[in-house]
């Protein structure tokens, strides 16, 4: 049989499939899709959601019916009627488990907006309390070091990944369950399946479901840094920001592609200039439109207001410092007349976008881009401000997103 399995660059309900396909030594097109592409493929898929298992031409949807499937082919699938029904209704107890805590990663993956702190107080820990004794009960009758009698099952893969998500993010719910930890630790020890374990990427701290490993390098200003770091602030992913002094740049910038900054290292492979960056991330964390032609629209919104930016750029450096020059030549020359220029044109698109964003899409990478730029202005001169207050209102709506305007508070207040 010809096996292709569909779903997010993420382990999620894909990876028990995954990690079974690898197990039995079984080859599989791993077919990872970003949140980019979802909605053309949405409608293509029997119930709109994934994973999606294809078996000869023939789609499969249902996590739990790919699994099942999977285990009758694969022998991971009790010989006895009753032990197949006490490894389906362990499997159901554990899925019950994984929906009380299931929005906390999503929210940190960066898929969802939502307090996780919140999340990991009022349902992550009381799920673990109620949930986490009956499984250790089960593991100890058992007597196979796995979630049944009958051995090791297609269950066991489900509930390594769903239990061992918790027990690698709270190492003190790894102390606290030393039987689910050893028990997570054996599926994961699997000839076949430990391969695939140690050469999938590794994951940090809590955010160790994300698959990536990210790296920001940028001078301690806002600058062309800054949307960056919006975005990753907006989607609660981690990275480190790492900040360069002028002092340090001449030595640094021979070892970057093209000798600027910024640059943003993926699992140590660096992505240089920042249009690149942004619209990369926004791969990744949900902020690309699906449809191809508003992704050509947020582009050409982005490469206007850059136009605009390049305008007004030496004022702002001049204005901090790192430029010799005639700042109010600057003003008067430059930025007032492009911004007699440019404004009225960006008004023209906020209002005609309906969703208070720059286009019907909603909120892009574009937004955090604009939302700077734009706002290095509106928030520098209260005249424009005034003005012009529907690029006001939009700049104050991207920099209010809650995990954003933690950071806008806390950033030093610089111009630029």
Do not use: C
Not at 90 to 117: H, N, P, T
Not at 210 to 233: D, S, W
Not at 348 to 375: H, I, M, N, Q
Not at 385 to 412: C, Q, T
Request: hydrophobic share 45%.
């Amino acid at each position: 049989m010809g096996y292709k399995l569909t779903y997010f660059g993420i382990r999620g309900l894909g990876e028990p499939a995954r990690l079974m396909f690898k197990h039995a030594g079984v080859a599989f097109e791993d077919n990872v899709i970003d949140m980019a592409s979802w909605p053309q493929l949405k409608g293509t898929t029997p119930f709109g959601q994934l994973p999606v298992l294809e078996v000869d031409g023939k789609s499969i949807a249902q996590s739990f019916a790919i699994y099942r499937f999977l285990a009758s082919k694969f022998g991971l699938a009790p010989g006895d009627a009753v032990d197949q029904a006490m490894a389906d209704s362990i499997a159901d107890y554990v899925l019950e488990f994984d929906l009380k805590v299931r929005a906390y990663f999503v929210i940190l993956l960066g898929m969802r907006q939502g307090d996780k702190d919140a999340e990991l107080k009022d349902k992550v820990l009381p799920a673990i309390d109620q949930h986490f004794p009956v499984i250790t009960k089960w593991l100890k009758a058992s007597g196979s070091g796995y979630l049944t009698k009958a051995g090791l099952t297609w269950a066991d893969f489900f509930a390594a990944e769903k239990l061992g998500n918790v027990v690698y993010a709270f190492s003190d719910a790894a102390a606290k369950y030393p039987e689910i930890k050893a028990f997570v630790d054996k599926v994961y020890s699997l000839p076949n399946v430990k391969s695939h374990i140690d050469s999938r990427p590794k994951y940090f701290f809590r955010e160790y479901l994300i698959a990536m490993v990210y790296k920001l390098t940028y001078f301690g200003v806002r600058g062309y840094g800054e949307p960056a770091r919006l975005m990753f602030k907006h989607a609660g992913v981690a990275f480190e920001d790492n900040v360069v002094d002028m002092a340090s740049w001449p030595q640094l910038k021979g070892s970057t592609p093209f000798g600027q900054l910024p640059v943003l290292e993926v699992d140590g492979k660096p992505i240089a200039q920042s249009f690149a960056i942004y619209r990369f991330l926004a791969t990744k964390l949900g902020l690309s439109p699906g449809d191809a032609v508003d992704q050509a629209l947020t582009d050409s919104i982005a490469e206007y207001v850059k136009e605009f930016d390049g305008k007004v750029h030496d004022y702002f450096i001049i204005l901090l410092g790192f430029m010799q020059g005639d700042k109010d030549a600057e003003l008067k020359d430059k930025v007032l007349p492009a911004i007699d220029q440019y404004f009225p044109v960006i008004t023209k698109w906020l209002k005609a976008s309906g969703t208070g964003y720059l286009t019907k899409a909603g909120l892009t990478w574009a937004d955090f881009f604009a939302a700077e730029k734009l706002g290095n202005v509106v928030n520098t001169f209260s005249d424009v401000a005034g003005k012009y207050p529907e690029i006001k209102a939009f700049v104050d709506k991207v920099y209010s997103l809650p995990n954003v305007k933690g950071h806008i508070d806390s950033r030093p207040k610089t111009p630029y």
